[in-house]
């Protein structure tokens, strides 16, 4: 996907997009008013049904969403982008670029690679707690389906998956309309209930919120870890920005979609509030459903499920993307990458990931069976990556934006507090679930930086063994027969010489005509312009270095690139040309780098990756792979 304009766009333009937002960005966040406000009176803690504390828990939610998602993420947040792009690796990107390599550059990193981490398990558990909640609306309109809930659910989320590598384009059309009449029936409901009893209203003064925590303290401390799931998909609106832009974006939340939800959450409220004490009993298990009358509820059922399908598909395709970033910026082994538009590059489908998702969130339903008890294991995933963004952000406020460190400060701590109460309040939840996020990211975690640090291991291997590329094509060009044609050696760093071509010579004693030694180098932009995308250099006698730069959301089609090469000794003739790939096999040095642990896992990854030829789209019978052994 190209990236989005950054001047002006007509009103149109922008209404469109609005409009796309509101299908693909706000799934998430939208569909959680199924169960937040349930969650925080019959969560792990229950909290007495009455006015103090239904009151006090609409104001949390209402003062929630307007820091932490209105003010911290499409406020401030959304004012870092990288080109055009958001999210955890984006901003990384983008503050590595300003503050260089200095001693704190690589906790920058760290934090950056951890949230990403936990959005592995977000993208886990979205999908289950999402479809399930909606489901469960059968139990409300008949208890006697109650049976039918996890069948259900598990066979609309494996159809999900299954239908993903047919791509989303047919079925994106269908998102915006379903959701906007889904974000509209929330409005509905919710003022039905606001019109029976307004006194709700009385939860937008933050008074009624500090009188809950001076009433009850530490179970109003504990509610956090419900009332944050109404801001769950905060970072997914900071994810999405380069698929729609600021402008866009901040129109659909504030404009529409954000009203919607909040008058959804004060209509749950004022119902519960004007029950009798034995109805709101009944009532506050499921009150999503109960805000609909009775006929209407399995009306309700499918549109609510409708909008958790999209929501997911939406977390899927998040996953896809995010992974795509982290191959290119060296955190992920390469991996098979399918493209499922001809007109869109950015939607994309992972197999791997696609069924490792599937197998887990099958798992998370048949383990928690409940969409109440997979809510204690949702917020420790989303609360920890905010408050990582919030550190990032504080980083962002004096390296990049340059503000004085007593306007920052007091920013940043601000956001802290808030973000870190939640964090805290759902650390409580680890033993009752929260325990599983916290798995996914630690090994998610370890994966991304054992590949991390064994690629750099192996490129200072390969450096301090390796031979400047200008010596080599000096003394090689008299000590080898040259044949015809055009040989393409990739080299993963941009100086030396590729182990394959001293193999080559090594062991076939001959030399093509034209030797190119090609570099695909990432850079820390999101995309980069055809007119800077190839850099050559003229070695003599018949080599030559290419460079191709790329972007982190972009795609690397070598042979794409090479056809608008024409100053390397001519065009290049695909037929006529052969790539040269150097393959690795690792042994344990001496002194490890790593820990022989981590030197093995690192090995498992490497025999594990995509092949380069598949990644860079080399034509497959022009491809020569040999063999080297490396320490690390």
Not at 141 to 157: C, F, H, S, T, Y
Not at 240 to 246: E, N, Q, V
């Amino acid at each position: 996907m190209s990236a989005p304009a950054t001047g002006h766009k007509p009103l149109s333009a922008k209404a469109k997009l609005a409009f796309g937002a509101i299908g693909v960005v706000f799934g998430d966040i939208g569909t959680s008013p199924l169960y937040a406000f349930r969650e925080t009176f019959r969560g792990a803690h229950h909290l007495p049904i009455d006015d103090l504390h239904i009151l006090g828990v609409v104001s949390l939610i209402f003062w929630s969403m307007t820091l932490v998602v209105s003010i911290q993420y499409v406020a401030i947040l959304m004012q870092a982008d990288n080109k055009g792009q958001g999210g955890s690796l984006a901003l990384v990107a983008l503050l590595s670029r300003h503050v260089g390599k200095s001693r704190h550059s690589w906790l920058i990193v760290l934090l950056g690679v951890f949230a990403t981490a936990l959005f592995y398990g977000d993208s886990m558990i979205t999908p289950a707690i999402s479809v399930l909640s909606a489901v469960e609306g059968l139990a409300v309109v008949n208890e006697g389906l109650r049976p039918l809930v996890i069948p259900i659910a598990l066979g609309l989320l494996v159809g999900l998956f299954v239908i993903q590598k047919r791509g989303t384009s047919k079925v994106g059309n269908l998102f915006a309309p379903v959701m906007l009449v889904y974000f509209c029936t929330l409005a509905v409901l919710g003022a039905t209930q606001i019109f029976h009893t307004p006194q709700i209203f009385y939860a937008l003064n933050p008074w009624y919120a500090v009188n809950f925590f001076l009433t009850d303290k530490w179970f109003a401390f504990l509610a956090l870890g419900s009332v944050v799931l109404a801001v769950t998909g905060s970072e997914a609106l900071y994810s999405d920005m380069g698929h729609f832009g600021r402008g866009p974006m901040r129109f659909s939340w504030f404009g529409f979609v954000m009203p919607c939800l909040l008058i959804n959450y004060f209509g749950q409220g004022a119902m519960i509030m004007g029950l009798p004490d034995a109805d709101a009993e009944v009532a506050i298990h499921n009150p999503f459903f109960f805000l609909a009358p009775e006929s209407l509820r399995l009306a309700l059922v499918f549109l609510a499920t409708a909008a958790t399908f999209i929501a997911s598909q939406a977390v899927i395709s998040g996953a896809f993307s995010i992974t795509h970033q982290a191959i290119q910026l060296g955190f992920i082994p390469r991996l098979s990458i399918r493209h499922t538009s001809g007109e869109h590059s950015g939607q994309i489908y992972i197999p791997i990931i696609n069924w490792a998702l599937m197998i887990s969130v099958i798992v998370l339903v048949l383990t928690f069976q409940n969409s109440s008890n997979l809510a204690a294991a949702y917020g420790i995933a989303v609360t920890g990556a905010v408050t990582l963004d919030t550190l990032l952000m504080g980083v962002l406020f004096v390296s990049v934006w340059k503000w004085k460190m007593w306007i920052a400060l007091p920013v940043v701590l601000l956001f802290l507090i808030v973000d870190g109460a939640y964090f805290a309040a759902n650390l409580t939840k680890v033993a009752d679930g929260g325990w599983f996020p916290l798995l996914i990211g630690a090994v998610a975690f370890t994966l991304l930086t054992t590949w991390a640090k064994g690629r750099k291991l192996m490129r200072e291997r390969m450096t301090e063994i390796g031979l400047p590329l200008d010596i080599f094509a000096k003394s090689a060009h008299n000590s080898s027969k040259r044949v015809p044609g055009t040989a393409i050696f990739m080299n993963s760093g941009s100086s030396g010489t590729p182990s394959a071509l001293l193999h080559n010579i090594k062991h076939n004693k001959v030399l093509h005509e034209r030797v190119v030694v090609l570099t695909v180098q990432i850079e820390d932009v999101p995309y980069v312009d055809e007119a800077n995308r190839i850099e050559t250099h003229d070695l003599g006698e018949g080599f030559y270095r290419v460079i191709l730069h790329y972007g982190f959301m972009q795609e690397t089609d070598v042979p794409a690139a090479l056809k608008k090469v024409e100053i390397c000794g001519g065009k290049f003739d695909m037929m006529q040309t052969s790539f040269f790939l150097s393959r690795q096999t690792l042994l344990s040095a001496a002194r490890p780098g790593m820990a022989i642990w981590r030197e093995r896992l690192f090995a498992w990854m490497m025999r594990n990756a995509a092949t380069p030829m598949e990644f860079f789209r080399l034509p497959t019978n022009r491809v020569v792979e040999l063999g080297s052994q490396v320490e690390i």
